[in-house]
Structure formats: C-alpha cells, structure tokens
C-alpha cells in the first residue's frame, strides 16, 4: 500500500507541462455534445447508447474543443472518443488529468484538472471514474483510445485525460497506437480527399474483468473512420485484447452489430450506400499492407508495394527467430522484474519488522515514563490530603472535649438552680392552694344544698302524686 501511494505521488509530482485541460460533462437532459459535435459528420453524435451510466464528455483545452468521449461511470473507462487527425506532434509528454465534475456535479471546477491539484476539493473522487491510483501496479497501462501522437501539440495536452484511458497491457498499448498511427497516416488520409473531413471514432468494448475490482479491461478495441466528402467512404477495424497483433478490417455496420443493441455510429451510415467502392478498396488494401508489415506509399494515381517477394520471404523466415528472441527478451525482463520484487519484499519485511520493533519500545517508554510522572505528581496529593485529614481529625478531639465538659458542667449547674429556685416556687404556690381550697368547700356547701333541695322536691312531687291517686275528686271549684 505504501508503495503504491509513492508511485501514485511520484507519477504525479513528475508532470511539468504547463497549463491545463477543460471538459464540459453534458447532462441527460441536454442533447449532443454541445461545442464538440464538430467532430461527427453533420454535427450528429453516435445513437444507441442511452444507459444512464453513459456521461457525453466535450474535452477542450484552452477553452476550445479538442475532442469527444462517452464515458461510462460503471465501467470507468470511455466508451468511444471522437477526433480528426491533426499535425503530429514530434514527441509527447504524460501529464494526466481528471474531470472533477463526473465524480461531483456540483463542484465549481468546470475544467478538466490535475489530480494532484484537487486535494478535497471534490466529493467522492473516484467513485464514477478511474484514477492513476487505479493503474498503479496493476500491470496495466493508461491506454489513449486518442492516440496524442495523431495530435498537434495544442491538442496533445487535452488527451492525456483519464476519461480518454482504457487499461491495456504495455505491449498492447504500443501495437495499438502504432497500428492507428500507421492506418489513420498511411492509409485513411492519403484516400479522403478532404482531410478536415476524416472524421474518426476510437472505441473499447468493456468486459467483465476489472482492475482492483473498478476499472473495466477492455474485451477489444475499435476504430470507426467516416470520409464525408463527394468521394467519400467508411471503415472499421477492430483488434482483439487477445491478441495484439490481430487488426480486422469490417463495414462500420458490421461493427456496429458488436456494440450495442441500436447503435448508430455514424450519420447514415456516413452514406455507405453511395460509397466510393475505389477507394475503399484501396483503403483496405492500405490496411492489409499495413496488417503484414509492410510500408504504404502512396502518388496521385497509384500505391505501389515497399517489399519485393524476397524481403517477404526473409521476413517469414526470420518471424520465429524474432517471436524467440522476444520470447527470452520477455522470460529475461520478467525474471528481472521478480527478482527485484523479491528483494523489495525482503527489504519491504525487514525494514516493517524493524519499525514495529522500535514502535513498541517506543510505546513501552512512553508508557513506563507516564506510569512514571503520575506517581510523581501523586505525591504532594496524596502527602497533601493526609496533612489535611489530620488536622481535621485534630479538630474533631477538640471538639469532642469540649462537648463532653459542657456536658460534664451542664448537671450540678442544672441542680442547684432548680434547688434555688424550689423556696420561690413553694412560697408562690400557697395563694393558688388557698384558692383552690376555697373553691373546694365553697363547691361543697353549694353541692349540699343542691342535694337537698333536690331530696325535698322529689318528696314533694311524690306526696302530690300519692294525693291525687287516692283523694276523690271534687267540683271543679274545689
């Protein structure tokens, strides 16, 4: 992992080349390519790829287009991109780049960016399209489907973009760039009588095989070419992942039936009915020399063939001294690559279980010395609070002494008060007796009298009744 984060960071630190590249990401809901579809013939991009995963891409760099790309989010490689040839550059200069506005629509940067340059600038990055991390050590390369060799410096900038990369194989990569470079040169270019009006499609078929489990290896690759002139034609070719020296010439409608279902690549077919039946023969006898190995030259008004049946037959017989010499070439290269790979991870092991050894005595001395520092700053605490819990262990006996001899001195105290206060309380009790005899045989008599008068009242009440139960009665008047 950290080899792989350094070469991420030395791959990107190594780009010098000044300026920068613009991309314009076209939604679902607007149509074409916007300001690049000048290069489909009639301004009509291909029809048929409709999956939502689908992002039209319009690549420009200095604010002018430079050329198109579909790009798939769930494959994370580019689909096609449209260019037409250019001057070619005399050399060519990796500076990659990134478009911020696949990974996070909402972001500011409406321009293609160096990775590096990005930071955290930008939500999720990564996570709909594929980043140099994504290639680094995986044994495949950054693959242009447009080649930067077939454009002029200005335009060279703007394909070193990830958006325009697919992962192939380093020899892969080569044979494919120098198959296109040869077909579009020698063989597209000289047989389109108007060269602004080549109209060029590079594109991968995606596969199921994924690199780290996110970039799509391409199950082959295609070239569509359209010459919309009076004399005009068109081409497809297609090479196998399989095999990198296969180069299939078919009819762009053949093609078409290996991508998707209802695809259209060009406009018309770019008139393949009417086609000039000359040219494209000479065309593909262009790429037929150019599938043997052979050079292509062409006049006005004829090609004539580079090898004569001598140099054809040495080439056949020197082929498998070659295909042997490549072969130990190849074993050489990969035994050496191994050999350092072992070493690295000898190193690479030594070196971790080193570190992790210094990390944990490391650890154990911090440890120790903060074990250490505690104790040491426990000390005045803990001396501290015993000082304190003695002094106030102290204050709780005084207090308890001086309670007790309260308590001590409270009991004759209480004593002789009440004994000196008995003679008073005695000699003022005596008005309150007297009183209260007083009230007693007053009560007494006023109780005597009561009962008598009660005793004589009820002789009287019983005489009168013994009266009137036996004294007949008299006239009323009695």
């Not at 489990?213 to 399989?242: F, M, Q, T, Y």
């Not at 259209?264 to 000359?278: A, I, P, R, T, Y």
């Amino acid at each position: 992992e950290w080899t792989m984060k350094t070469s991420v960071v030395f791959l990107l630190c190594i780009s010098l080349f000044p300026g920068f590249s613009q991309g314009r990401v076209v939604r679902e809901d607007e149509t074409g390519f916007a300001e690049c579809n000048v290069f489909f013939p009639g301004q009509v991009p291909p029809e048929g790829f409709t999956e939502p995963f689908h992002v039209k891409i319009c690549q420009q760099y200095n604010k002018e287009p430079r050329f198109a790309t579909l790009y798939s989010t769930k494959d994370k490689i580019p689909l096609y991109s449209a260019f037409k040839f250019t001057k070619p550059a005399q050399s060519e200069e990796e500076n990659w780049l990134v478009e911020p506005q696949i990974d996070d629509p909402e972001n500011d940067l409406h321009e293609m960016v160096h990775e590096a340059d990005i930071g955290g600038t930008v939500a999720n990055l990564g996570a709909n399209q594929a980043l140099t991390s994504d290639y680094v050590g995986s044994g495949y390369e950054r693959g242009l489907l447009n080649p930067s060799l077939l454009n002029e410096e200005d335009f060279q900038v703007a394909t070193y973009t990830l958006t325009n990369a697919v992962p192939l194989s380093p020899a892969l990569s080569k044979s494919w760039h120098r198959d296109i470079g040869k077909v579009v040169e020698q063989a597209l270019i000289p047989h389109c009588s108007k060269m602004d009006h080549l109209y060029l499609l590079a594109g991968a078929i995606p596969s199921n095989v994924r690199v780290k489990g996110k970039v799509s290896v391409p199950e082959s690759l295609w070239l569509a070419a359209c010459c919309d002139a009076p004399e005009g034609w068109s081409l497809g070719l297609v090479k196998k992942i399989s095999d990198e020296n296969s180069l299939a010439d078919l009819t762009v409608r053949e093609l078409e039936k290996q991508l998707l279902p209802g695809v259209h690549l060009f406009k018309g077919n770019c008139g393949e009915d009417k086609q000039n039946q000359e040219k494209r023969e000479a065309v593909l006898q262009a790429v037929s020399q150019i599938r043997s190995g052979e050079q292509v030259q062409t006049s006005d008004n004829q090609e004539t063939k580079d090898s004569s049946w001598v140099r054809r037959l040495a080439g056949i017989i020197a082929t498998p001294f070659i295909k042997l010499l490549e072969l130990l070439i190849y074993i050489f290269v990969e035994l050496v690559k191994f050999v350092f790979y072992f070493l690295w991870l000898v190193v690479k092991r030594v070196v971790g279980t080193v570190l992790d050894g210094v990390c944990s005595l490391w650890n154990g001395m911090v440890s120790y010395l903060k074990a250490v520092s505690m104790v040491l700053i426990s000390i005045p605490y803990d001396v501290g609070r015993v000082i304190i819990n003695i002094f106030l262990g102290f204050l709780q006996i005084v207090r308890d002494v001086v309670s007790l001899t309260c308590k001590i001195l409270s009991i004759p105290v209480g004593f002789v008060l009440h004994l000196a206060a008995f003679p008073y309380h005695s000699i003022c009790a005596i008005p309150s007796v007297l009183k209260d005899m007083a009230t007693g045989i007053g009560g007494t008599f006023s109780l005597v009298i009561d009962a008598t008068a009660a005793v004589l009242h009820g002789f009287y009440y019983l005489a009168g009744h013994i009266v009137k139960r036996f004294v007949p009665k008299g006239s009323s008047d009695d």
